[in-house]
Structure formats: C-alpha cells, structure tokens
C-alpha cells in the first residue's frame, strides 16, 4: 500500500516562502508522477505542479515563475518550494502519486497565506 507523508506547510506572510515535502513509501515501483494539487475553501482541487520520474515538469500558470517542484529519487520525496506567495496560494496542499492509472494522496497540510 502506497503512503505518503506531507510536511511543511503553516501561516506565512505575504511575500514569503515555504517549502513543502513528500515522501512516498509502499512500493519499489520507480516509474510514476508525482505532484501537488491545492484546494481551497469552496473551490475544487486544482493542480499546482507535477515531475515525472525522468524530470518532466509541469506547472499551473497561477505559479509558474513562483513555485518550484524538484524530487529526489533515492529518497522517494518530492518537494515544492513556494516562493513569493499570495494570499490566494491559501488552502490544502495534497501530494499525489499516480502511477499508471492508480492515484495515491497523501492527508494534506495547510498552507496559510496573510498578514
């Protein structure tokens, strides 16, 4: 069974910065996609950026230039540094795993953008 395990959101200023990690453990299986995907109060839950095992990389145009993904193979982690945040970066931050057509979550962590 695949599990993933959030950590590093909280309360940031606007104009600040955190960084968010993942780590995936359950499975050997090297070849997937991992991401993140935010959800904010009222709204449906939206991508925020995805990298492939090989390091193809996509981002949502809301954070392009701001956001960066990276993942670190041997350890199974993918993090998203989040840079010059706005309040409505606010919400849920989700790590998803997919591979093939099978999507894992990890339990979320908040993100608090405000002054």
């Known amino acids: 069974q695949v599990q993933l395990v959030e950590s590093g959101g909280g309360l940031v200023q606007p104009g600040g910065s955190l960084r968010l990690s993942c780590t995936a453990s359950?499975?050997?299986?090297?070849?997937?996609?991992m991401g993140w995907y935010r959800q904010a109060p009222g709204k449906q839950r939206e991508l925020v950026a995805t990298?492939?095992?090989?390091?193809?990389?996509n981002y949502a145009d809301s954070v392009k230039g701001r956001f960066t993904i990276s993942r670190d193979n041997a350890k199974n982690t993918v993090y998203l540094q989040m840079n010059s945040l706005k309040p409505e970066d606010t919400a849920v931050y989700y790590c998803?795993?997919?591979?093939?057509?099978?999507?894992?979550w990890g339990q979320g962590t908040q993100v608090t953008v405000s002054s």
């Open positions: 359950g499975t050997t299986f090297n070849i997937d996609v």
């Open positions: 998803n795993r997919r591979i093939f057509t099978t999507n894992y």
């Open positions: 990298i492939t095992s090989g390091g193809s990389i």
